[in-house]
DNA sequence: TATCGAATAT
DNA sequence: AATATTCGAT
């Protein structure tokens, strides 16, 4: 007590002002409750004090007000310190400092509701508060994260909150998880995706945002597989063709445009990596005269896990395991499906390129048994 | 115009 | 490394 007599002094305050005076403190610190729990503890404490010594009777300054936090300072004035302990524990059972942040929505509308009369100095602070990441907000759902909505590709662009969306970012890799996300065309949320997303329009305030990137789990990806095999192989495969055989909702032609892209490219050149002048074996074709034939080494990788006697380990390239190219689909989709048989194109290159993975087909090394590609494409694990 | 495939960009 | 986007060609 002597402590405050002293302060007021010093600051020319009588007890009614200097109480006053810390009850705006603690006004102005009572959004931080949670953040400086002593802090406010101790103003209280203080304010109770003075009021003790002012009245020498106990005062409730609760019944001013705004008491949310830590109420409980009714307890005179013991010993400060004793008080500490406890209040942490309080805090998360008191309505201001309602920890779990949980829910911020929740908690907003909590507040909305119980401070009506307050000023909602409450509010805005677990508004800007938030902001500074001192509390973040519940992590979406890692699921949430695997399956978006369909039919729109919501750029994250959203609010400014996205800044810090990495955190959530998580990676929940793998197959348990990976199942959820594929979409026999209607896991995908599609009702959501129609109400929602897609057409609205106002929302969509995008802006030049990038699309959200296209998460290939391990089933978007036998899918895919799936409709190239069915398609002949990834070189007489297209985009439109492959997404359609897809079927999966909110794919778009680009995704898997870039998908095959990449297929292609991984298959082909399993590690295009300093290749030393010692094995220049990489390449898929050899020139033998004047045509090409296809490489020991390179019909080992693409036939993937076929890889018989040649044990060319070539790669890490087993990532994606290739689907053996078969000269013919194995069932047409449907006629329109397939307007282009599988060779439309024929870049007509004998050339020194080495493309047109497509014609080895006929070549003795292809893969014999349609079932180990078949297998193949089941057990082979694609990167992710 | 719609697609494709390669080249870039992020 | 994995996707997205851009670009030129069909």
């Known amino acids: 007590m002597y402590f405050f007599t002293e302060k007021m002094q010093r600051l020319k305050l009588g007890f009614p002002d200097y109480i006053q ?80 942040d949980e829910d911020y929505e929740q908690h907003s509308l909590r507040q909305t509701v119980l401070n009506e009369n307050n000023n909602n100095s409450d509010k805005r602070k677990s508004d800007w508060l938030r902001s500074v990441q001192l509390w973040n ?60 997303g897609e057409l609205t329009p106002e929302k969509n305030q995008n802006e030049g945002q990038r ?12 899918r895919f597989l799936h409709a190239l095999q069915q398609l002949g192989g990834a070189d007489s495969a297209t985009p439109k063709q492959i997404r359609e055989l897809m079927n999966v909702d909110g794919l778009t032609n680009d995704e898997v445009k870039s998908h095959l892209q990449k297929y292609r490219l991984h298959t082909r050149r399993p590690s295009p990596l300093v290749h030393n002048n010692s094995s220049p074996q990489a390449a898929p074709f050899v020139l033998v005269g004047n045509i090409f034939v296809q490489s020991p080494e390179y019909a080992a990788v693409a036939t993937s896990t076929a890889s018989r006697e040649v044990t ?43 493309n047109e993975r497509g014609h080895h087909s006929e070549g003795a090394v292809h893969s014999n048994s349609p079932t180990s590609s078949s297998s193949t494409h089941t057990s082979a694990s694609p990167g992710y």
Request: proline residues 9%; contains cysteine.
């Open 21 to 100: 005076a810390l009850e705006e403190e603690r006004r102005k610190i009572q959004v931080f409750c949670k953040e400086l729990p002593l802090s406010f503890e101790l103003v209280t404490q203080a304010i109770e004090a003075c009021r003790q010594q002012l009245s020498g009777t106990t005062s409730e300054y609760n019944l001013n007000g705004q008491s949310e936090c830590s109420e409980r300072t009714t307890s005179s004035e013991g010993p400060v310190l004793e008080e500490f302990i406890p209040i942490k524990k309080r805090a998360s059972s008191s309505p201001c400092c309602d920890e779990d």
């Open 137 to 196: 907000p519940d992590p979406p759902a890692e699921e949430d994260a695997t399956k978006k909505v369909p039919g729109m590709e919501l750029k994250r662009s959203g609010s400014g909150g996205g800044a810090f969306q990495p955190f959530h970012r998580e990676e929940r890799a793998t197959k348990e998880t990976e199942t959820l996300y594929k979409a026999p065309s209607s896991t995908r949320v599609p009702a959501a995706s129609s109400s929602a």
């Open 211 to 222: 699309k959200q990137r296209r998460c290939w789990s391990q089933d978007l990806h036998k």
């Open 312 to 354: 060319t380990v070539t790669a890490p390239a087993g990532v994606y395991a290739p689907v053996a190219t078969h000269p013919k689909p194995v069932s047409q989709p449907s006629a329109d499906s397939i307007k282009k048989p599988q060779f439309k194109k024929f870049k007509h290159s004998e050339h020194s390129n080495s």
